[in-house]
Each structure stands twice: as structure tokens, then as C-alpha cells.
């Protein structure tokens, strides 16, 4: 198969003599967004296709590049996505609701990436920005990432129609000549607009993340999305399922303390949540209740909230997956601190705070060792010099200290934080270390 045309339409080439009989593939939209799409003649790059109307032609020039493709059934459903490892330019500031390809002039602007996982319906599909080398006219190579940015970016399945074509490109060694980076790319300068815009690295950092810097105010902290592991990817969209627990990031400090059930999930022809929060049934017999009945509780025995579900279009307000002990109607759910689990506990705990004062609230990171009737055994954790969210156990006279909470505080818990264990990062010196996700770590944990 070729693709020709400013990379915008497939063809299926049918003889191989000097005038090649030709195929047409037609575009078949799977849902009203990309029926709209098509009405508005815009240009389709992904997705399913049949066979159409047949052509002759003598005018090789015209083609670009063999694709790969998949067809099946007997009405030979040829499908086209994005495979790991090509390049691709994506459409610029894309809007599902663009005009028609006419009244837009075909004054398109692209930005580059490169495929880094294979496409699986209903799943996003992860890329990694490219940026022009200096001095080069069609070499590229990745946007490095650096300390709390990523370089890698998903694009969730409702918006797949932002690839806008195939790239035809080569990885180069570094060898070829002076000042080409080792694992660059030299991509097809036919596929690639005349004029590719100055300052490329900063526009695609922008689009990366939505995340604005704060005000500065004496008490903002600045919060990276990750130094070692991506958290962020574990709660995109192609994440979620039904009958999965979710922790919440309450309004009061943003922190994941409160919980909710995935009852449906819908991609067209939006992306859809249909959520039942959970709320708190019964903590263990004789642990000590908050005297302010609107505090955020996080242990004990958790229901399914009665009444309508909630429907969500961001995923923005979860933090993370939790396992919880569910009952056989899977109605009731118990969620305690287990061996392993890393946990926030309020620093000052006493049964008198109140959620007016949580954004004043210190905290302790611990993780769990053991457990049993009478109290939960933890060791705690202090941050490692150099780092915004790695952590290693704390150490006094040289040992590991370790404490031992009755039963009956468990509500000195607070949340669960997401961790991830480090091995061979900086040459194995963080080994056995944990990084933890710095979306669920308070102001003074980060400024510890």
C-alpha cells in the first residue's frame, strides 16, 4: 500500500508494470465526531477503510511510502493507526470541531512525534516529541526531558483524527557526519511543510502539560510531574475500566482521600466517567472517631453512595487505582493500610482537627511494615537530599526508625501515596529507594 497526496489519502496498488492499476481506500468514520470530520472534507490519515473505485496511473512520483496495514473480514476492512516506532506529524492546536478543509485555506501547522506504543483499541497511544536539530534541515531528535517534565505525551483514542500523516523517516547512528545526535531521526523532506516554526522545543513543551505554575505566593509550592517514574500515565484515560476503585483528590488540599466506583466507560462520541462515590459505612471497632464529622476519613468500610451517578469528562481529579477488599455484592469495600503500602499520616494528629484547618495540616510519610489486631507497625521515611520526591527510610543511630500505631488511631492515616521502587536509577545509587507520586505529597513534604 502507498500513500500519496500530501500524505492524506491511501491507495492499493494492484499491478507492479509501468501503469499501475490502483485502488482507492475510503474512509469509514466510526462515530458522529469523525462522521463531521469527514463531511467537512478534512483530511483522515487513521482508522478503518474500504476499498473504492479503481484508477490507472502512470505517475509514480506521486507516491510516498509503503504502510503498515492491517485487512480483514470479506469486505477486505483495511485498517490504518499509528505503529511503534514510525514518525508522525500531528495537527497543531487541533480542534475536533474545525471548519471545513475550504474555508481553512489548508493553512495547517504541525508539530512531530515519534510512536512509542502500538496502537490497541481503546487505549491511548504514547508519543515522544522530536524537535528540528540546528543546522540540519530534516534531522530531528526527541525533546529531552528533564526534572519534573515529561518528554512522552498520550493521545487518548477519541482523538486520534490529530495524527495527521505518516512521516517516512530513518534513525540515524550518529556516524553519518559531524554533529548528528546518536538516535536522531532524518525524516522524508516531502512529508514535512516548507517552513517548520522557530523555537519548536518550548510550543511542544507547552502542549505537553496543562499544568500552570501557581501565583507566587509565600506558600505556593511548584509541583513536578515526576523525576524517575511517569504517575500521571497511570491515571490516563485508557486506564480506567468498570468495577475499578478510584482514589479522589478532595477539594480542601487536593489530596487522594476520598474514593468512587467506575460504573461505565464511554469513548464515543466523547470520553465519559459514570462514577458512584463511596462513602464511609463503619471504621473498626473502637478506633477513634474525628469529633468534626466532615473530616475526609480514608480507612475502614466504604458503600457504594446511593442515587444518580456522577458523569466526568476529565480524569483530572484522580489520583490513583486502589485494591480494596470488596464484599460479594461487590457493594462494600474495605480499604486499610496492608504490608508494603506507602501511607501519609497527619504529623500533629489529634481526633480535634478540623477540615476548615487541613491546608495547615503537616504530614509524616511511613511505610507499612506489619500488622495485627492491636496496631500497625510502620517505619518511617524522610526525603533524599537532591531529590523533590524520592524518599528512603529514615535512620537514627544507625537504625531504621520504626513505630508502632494502635489500632485505635487509625484515622492518623491519611492517604495512600503512590510509589514506585528504584533500582538501577543514577547508576543503582537509589537502589531500594521509593519516588512517590508528588501530586499526592503535602507542601511541607515537598519543601522538607
Known sequence: MDHINESSEWIHLNDETNRAKITWLEHRPSDERAKGWARRKLPVSVGKYQLGGDDNTSDTPSFSHLISCSVRGIKDIVSVYPRIGETWA????????????????????????VILSEYAEGLPITVAFLRKVKGFASVFRRVAATVGRTNTFQIPP??????????????LTGRERSGVPVGSYELDTAALPQMIEEGEEEAVQAAKSNHRSPPSEPDCVVIPKYEFHDFSGERSEGKFTAGQIWSLNCKEEGLPKYYAKIQKVEWRPVFKLQINKLELESLPENVTQWRDKKMPVSCGKFAVKGGQRETLTKVNGFSHQIKA????????????????????????????????????????????????????????????????????????????????????????????????????????????????????????????
Open 90 to 113: 500531528l495537527f497543531k492546536d487541533w480542534d475536533i470541531n474545525w471548519p471545513s478543509s475550504a474555508s481553512r485555506g489548508h493553512e495547517y501547522k504541525y508539530e512531530f512525534v
Open 325 to 448: 477488599q470488596e464484599s460479594d455484592r461487590k457493594t462494600k469495600y474495605t480499604i486499610l493500610p496492608k504490608t508494603g503500602d506507602i501511607w501519609a499520616m497527619y504529623k500533629n494528629w489529634s481526633d480535634a482537627i478540623k477540615v476548615g484547618s487541613l491546608k495547615k495540616c503537616a504530614y509524616e510519610v511511613v511505610e507499612v511494615l506489619d500488622d495485627d489486631e492491636s496496631h500497625i507497625e510502620v517505619m518511617m521515611l524522610e526525603r533524599v537530599e537532591g531529590f523533590i520526591s524520592v524518599f528512603k527510610e529514615r535512620v537514627e543511630g544507625g537504625v531504621d526508625v520504626r513505630r508502632k500505631i494502635p489500632r485505635c488511631e487509625l484515622l492518623r492515616f491519611s492517604h495512600y501515596v503512590p510509589a514506585f521502587r528504584l533500582t538501577g536509577e543514577k547508576g543503582g545509587a537509589l537502589r531500594g529507594y521509593v519516588e512517590l507520586d508528588p501530586t499526592a505529597l503535602s507542601r511541607n513534604l515537598l519543601r522538607a
Open 158 to 171: 477519541h482523538e486520534l483524527l490529530r495524527f495527521s500523516h505518516c512521516i517516512p523517516s530513518a534513525k
